[in-house]
């Protein structure tokens, strides 16, 4: 099975809504997903203050020999007029960061419409299976962390210890947002209405769309099919 990534939109101020929420219903509350990477624009809805932490209990079935029922488990989880506000926020660093990639400000206009047209107040990421496959033991928190906090230029946000970071490396954020949603840089992004006018692209098009983006995962999404 593909380790993916979901966004969800949800009426409860609760992560991993899918299996954590009574009656949470994939075909609306999954707004998109993405596998083996969390894409850059999701990113963008969130920021370090809003990674909260719980504590889940695991279906015995699905526990391994050394594991004794409960998770802990951090993932991000924002009111969406929040998510949304810094969405709108993050655009100009994102634009600086990928200047040579170009603007992405349409491309976040559909995954606005996306986020709110999907029921509920709030929206989380869920992410465990692409932190459970991340190479470098121990590293993913630290590495979703730091990519947030560059999400409000330098010396805006947290950095990991809590501080902040007036002298912010713009290449290692870059490189952070980049690991995280395996983007391939380098190249200029995809129009965002890459599928949605059928225009001609080549195999890193595609690839760099869902990788900003995410895809369908039930409900349609903005950039893939004409919003009804």
């Not at 690991?179 to 965002?192: E, T, V, Y």
Request: glycine share 8%; proline share 8%; with cysteine.
């Amino acid at each position: 099975m593909a380790n993916s990534s979901y966004l969800c939109a949800t009426d409860v101020a609760s992560l991993y809504p899918s299996s954590q929420v009574p009656g949470f219903d994939p075909r609306g509350g999954v707004v998109a997903h993405d596998v083996s990477g969390v894409p850059l624009l999701w990113l963008a809805l969130f920021r370090p203050a809003d990674l909260v932490t719980g504590v889940f209990t695991i279906d015995e079935d699905d526990l391994d020999d050394d594991e004794d029922g409960e998770v802990e488990a951090t993932a991000p989880l924002a009111a969406k007029d929040r998510a949304l506000a810094q969405l709108d926020a993050a655009l100009p660093v994102l634009n600086a960061l990928f200047a040579a990639e170009g603007p992405l400000d349409g491309h976040a206009a559909l995954l606005r419409q996306a986020v709110e047209k999907a029921p509920g107040a709030f929206v989380t990421i869920e992410l465990e299976e692409i932190e459970g496959v991340w190479e470098e033991e121990g590293a993913f928190q630290p590495t979703l962390r730091a990519a947030l906090a560059c999400l409000d230029g330098p010396g805006g946000g947290d950095v990991p210890d809590g501080g902040t970071d007036p002298a912010a490396d713009p290449a290692a954020d870059r490189a952070r947002l980049v690991a995280l949603s395996r983007l391939r840089p380098g190249r200029p992004f995809p129009p965002a209405r890459l599928l949605l006018d059928d225009l001609e692209a080549g195999e890193d098009d595609y690839w760099n769309l869902v990788r900003l983006l995410g895809t369908t995962f039930d409900a349609d999404v903005p950039w893939e099919t004409a919003r009804k």
